[in-house]
């Protein structure tokens, strides 16, 4: 299965296609003419697995957003405190210095009250993505048949053409045709796309979850940045907000369709699907990254020298032993442990602990100034100074801190101090970017899209053997290729499509080469779904009964387990599903 902006890639190709009878071209521009409603057919798979999810991870995702939120803010009132204080100590100073100072200060201890209230939050949430919950096994690779799938998985791996066929049939209005122009560019865009996924990844989302989650984000920001598509949450879809339904007549459209499809098993709720969709769309572009800080302005900090890490952990009375490792690669260009979740999640905790320790240490410095004089972060901490842990720690007097911060030493290691907590948190929000990446919750952003974690998805790599068998240390592994042996048995797998070197593009544009029943073809997505069209329309729909996650090849039919066996024989038995069987 593709993402979100690989399903719009491919819908955006196909209805750039001309069609070659009037009736093609119908449902082409109903497809042009309503995006809304091709956008709803593109993503149906994505509609289906959010009508059957219990939200857990739309969960995670808005616990994390609305952190990602807090520590924006907080990194914003920073630079305003920075900023207000050299407005304060400007040449010649302002009439209102010292209401800029105090302003200043009142946004220093905001920062610090709310960044010390979110460290639970942070902690808690760090420790319910830890073990990937979100990231689901197939069923069957726990040997679960068929009648206990959700919906998602039989919808990928079970008459999915049914469902199109039937749909397909059923169009008799514009908006109708114009769903199908999307459900034609998903059914082949995940033809082709899981494909590519498989190829990349190492075998089908079955045997590497983990890897295929990684791979599948890799590729649509590929693809985003490629081929232009929209922004998630500028996606029309009818103006909706979360939680709201889908347009009744589309919702009824697709419910005949698979009921038809799927007899005898439950009909998704594409209203509580839809609602779902919306709201994770819009979750996915909360993640922003932040500029990096502006230095004090010339002639505020001379000579100052940088602030050592581990003198402000120990000096905030945080245990200093999280660390990430700094040994250089021994090949960059290949995923290592530097690129793991538990790396990333590393520097995501110490990246906290550093701003709340920051927070704490500014505060007191000001503080100590006020008494002594002269501001650092260590060089005046009193026997037993005001709690700076304590929200009802009151700011420092305005007056007398503008007094204190006027000796040039004092306002130079407090404004060098600020500028040094605004860029660890940089560090600290940039690897919370990764870190929620590394665990597959958002796309990677174009920084991250550099590092080899998420290169190794963008070209085919030359593979002698498909697929490999699943890596039972997968979840601590699954940065890196597989080092696992061949599932067997590798006859009756489908040959991979793509040679070596190709970008994702590849499934997306026509004119890239591909194999398809061992025969060099010019074909991608957007070129098969328009075969699926043409035959459509000539009432010679295709009856073959595929596999949409690719997971014993291209084009594979769907498949089972030969009874009496399992999943995790040493030599696979296999049935291929005629065109009617679940």
């Not at 040679?499 to 593009?505: F, R, T």
């Not at 690719?550 to 769907?558: K, L, S």
Request: proline letters at 8%; one cysteine or more.
């Amino acid at each position: 299965m593709i993402d979100y902006h690989s399903h719009l890639a491919v819908l955006q190709e196909f209805l750039k296609i001309t069609g070659g009878t009037p009736e093609e071209n119908s449902v082409l521009q109903a497809g042009k003419d309503d995006p809304d409603a091709a956008f709803i057919g593109a993503w149906i798979d994505h509609l289906v697995i959010h009508a059957d999810s219990d939200g857990f991870e739309l969960d995670l995702l808005e616990k994390a957003a609305g952190i990602w939120s807090n520590a924006v803010a907080i990194y914003g009132q920073l630079g305003e405190a920075q900023s207000g204080i050299e407005q304060a100590l400007g040449s010649p100073p302002p009439a209102n210095a010292a209401d800029l100072v105090a302003q200043a200060l009142q946004k220093l201890v905001a920062a610090r009250d709310s960044a010390l209230a979110s460290q639970a939050d942070i902690e808690a949430l760090k420790a319910s993505i830890e073990p990937l919950p979100h990231i689901r096994p197939h069923p069957r690779q726990q040997d679960v048949k068929e009648p206990s799938w959700d919906n998602g998985n039989r919808f990928l791996g079970r008459r999915t053409v049914s469902f199109l066929n039937e749909a397909f049939s059923k169009a008799n209005s514009k908006r109708e045709r114009a769903v199908c122009a999307g459900l034609i560019s998903s059914y082949a865009g995940n033809l082709c796309g899981s494909a590519y996924l498989g190829t990349v990844v190492a075998g089908p989302r079955r045997l590497h979850r983990f890897r295929d989650r990684i791979a599948r984000n890799a590729v649509g920001a590929h693809l985003h940045k490629t081929k232009a598509t929209p922004k998630l949450s500028g996606a029309g879809l009818f103006g909706a907000a979360p939680g709201a339904p889908l347009p009744a007549d589309i919702a009824a459209f697709l419910q005949s369709a698979f009921a038809v499809a799927y007899p005898g098993r439950s009909v998704p709720d594409f209203d509580a699907g839809y609602g779902k969709l919306i709201r994770h769309l819009q979750l996915l572009e909360r993640f922003k990254r932040v500029d990096l800080p502006m230095p004090p302005a010339n002639g505020f900090v001379q000579n100052v020298p940088p602030t050592d890490v581990g003198d402000i952990l120990a000096a905030s009375g945080i245990d200093s032993d999280l660390s990430i490792s700094s040994a250089p690669d021994s090949d960059p260009t290949t995923p290592n442990t530097s690129d793991s979740k538990s790396s990333s999640g590393a520097g995501c905790i110490l990246g906290i602990l550093l701003i709340f320790a920051f927070l704490i240490m500014l505060v007191v410095c000001i503080v100590q100034a006020i008494d002594k004089g002269k501001c650092t972060v260590f060089d005046f901490l009193a026997p037993d100074p005001p709690d700076p842990r304590d929200p009802t720690t009151p700011a420092p007097e305005a007056s007398a801190a503008l007094t204190a911060l006027q000796n040039p030493d004092n306002a130079a290691h407090f404004l060098q101090e600020i500028f040094n907590m605004r860029m660890v948190m940089w560090q600290g929000l940039d690897s919370a970017l990764a870190y929620l990446a590394v665990t597959g919750l958002i796309y990677p952003d174009d920084l991250l899209m550099s590092s080899p974690l998420y290169q190794q998805f963008l070209r085919t790599p030359g593979r002698p053997e498909w697929p490999l068998r699943l890596d039972p240390q997968a979840e601590q592994t699954y940065h890196r290729d597989p080092l696992t042996a061949v599932e067997n048995p590798a006859v009756g797998v489908h040959s991979q499509p793509f040679p070596p070197e190709l970008a994702p593009d590849a499934f997306v544009d026509s004119g890239q080469t591909m194999l398809y029943n061992n025969v060099a073809s010019k074909l991608s997505g957007s070129q098969f779904a328009y075969i699926f069209l043409r035959d459509l329309v000539k009432g010679k729909p295709d009856r073959r009964n595929r596999d949409l996650d690719a997971d014993r090849g291209f084009m594979h039919e769907c498949w089972d387990i030969a009874d009496g066996t399992s999943i995790n024989d040493p030599i696979l038995s296999v049935k291929i599903l005629p065109e009617n069987a679940l």
